[in-house]
């Protein structure tokens, strides 16, 4: 059964860079043809769509926030990072990751962790 688990700083300073790691267990971020995922929810801008990683280290990032965020991987470790830069208290959320296959099929999802940035 494959689970995911967010982890990182749960306050990060306006202007610094948010880097959150999302582990995988009972199964490998490698395996054909699944697409591994970022996304965040606040009260003011709903439900974001960040950006994934592929099975093949292949990316895509949401446009809105490419210029700022990277999506990385370690496959030894079977983690995914995010990486959003020069951040203000707009990017206060509750942030998650999650899997999907290249026919949709969406989960699982990890519990979520809350990013508050602030000075």
């Known amino acids: 059964q494959v689970q995911l688990q967010e982890s990182g700083p749960g306050l990060v300073k306006p202007s610094q860079t948010l880097s959150l790691t999302c582990t995988v267990s009972?199964?490998?971020?490698?395996?054909?043809?699944?697409?591994w995922n970022w996304v965040r929810q606040s009260p003011e801008k709903g439900l974001e769509w960040i950006g994934y990683i592929a099975w093949n280290d292949y990316t895509y990032i949401n446009p809105s926030l490419e210029s700022r965020t990277s999506i990385s991987r370690d496959t030894s470790k079977d983690q995914f990072t995010l990486q959003l830069g020069s951040v203000t208290p707009e990017d206060t959320a509750v942030y998650y990751c999650?899997?999907?296959?290249?026919?949709?099929?969406?989960?699982?999802w990890g519990q979520g962790t809350q990013v508050t940035v602030s000075s």
């Open positions: 999650y899997r999907i296959s290249d026919v949709d099929q969406e989960g699982p």
């Open positions: 009972g199964g490998s971020i490698s395996t054909k043809y699944y697409f």
